[in-house]
């Protein structure tokens, strides 16, 4: 199994930016294609961005499209989530995901239930 350990996160003004880090631990990081979701207070678990065990493929949901960009460095065995142009509606406890099951190129899916193993998650707030 693997162990995410999140890092970065913050309170930040509105068009700001902040990155987020998820560094793993344990069987082999490039095993796992990776994700990011958030939750709102009041809301359910959203999608936010996915790669590929290669790091090759990469997919962002419509919301932060254009303003987020996800990456992964398998020699470091991270995770980045690099959020700019940040928005109130931003604001969410940010979680990185992995999913073990899937080969070098597939891009994993949107939905949580996809995904084994969790960060411990990291307070993303934005202010306007």
């Known amino acids: 199994q693997v162990q995410l350990v999140q890092s970065g996160g913050g309170l930040v003004q509105a068009g700001g930016s902040l990155r987020l880090s998820c560094a793993a631990s344990?069987?082999?990081?490039?095993?796992?294609?990776m994700a990011w979701f958030r939750q709102a207070p009041g809301k359910e678990r959203e999608f936010v961005a996915a790669i590929s065990r290669s790091g090759g493929y990469r997919d962002v949901a419509d919301s932060v499209k254009g303003r987020f960009t996800i990456s992964r460095d398998n020699a470091k065995n991270t995770m980045l989530l690099q959020m700019n142009s940040l928005k109130p509606e931003d604001t969410a406890v940010y979680s990185c995901?992995?999913?073990?099951?899937?080969?070098?190129?597939?891009?994993?899916?949107?939905?949580?239930?996809?995904?084994?193993?969790w960060g411990q998650g990291t307070q993303v707030t934005v202010s306007s």
């Open positions: 344990g069987r082999t990081f490039s095993s796992y294609a």
């Open positions: 995901a992995a999913n073990w099951r899937l080969s070098w190129t597939t891009l994993p899916g949107t939905d949580a239930k996809e995904y084994t193993y």
